[in-house]
């Protein structure tokens, strides 16, 4: 599936939404950028980006897998995901070592 991206729409700590030419899609594209000490210290990790788009399209495929809808259409880059558009649920989940 195809979508052209246009003007960013948001940009937060670790992604930028882009609309796109369908009003029902929008491309999410994964950044190196990183933060600590809530937004205190702030950098990038080389490949940061691809990582995450590999690991959260492996995570909402395998929801769908198991009947759980996400928002998730396709991996289209290294970097980037198409996804619907949505309501979101502000909840922001922090793994650490």
Do not use: C
């Amino acid at each position: 599936m195809s979508a052209e991206r246009r003007a960013p729409l948001s940009e937060g700590k670790a992604k930028i939404l882009y609309p796109t030419d369908r009003n029902d899609f929008i491309v999410q594209h994964f950044k190196d950028d990183a933060t600590g000490f809530n937004g205190l210290k702030k950098g990038q990790i080389l490949g940061k980006g691809p990582i995450n788009n590999a690991i959260s399209a492996w995570v909402f495929q395998y929801l769908e897998k198991h009947g759980i809808p996400t928002h998730f259409v396709e991996k289209t880059a290294e970097r980037e995901m198409l996804i619907k558009r949505v309501k979101i649920i502000p909840v922001e989940v922090v793994v650490r070592n």
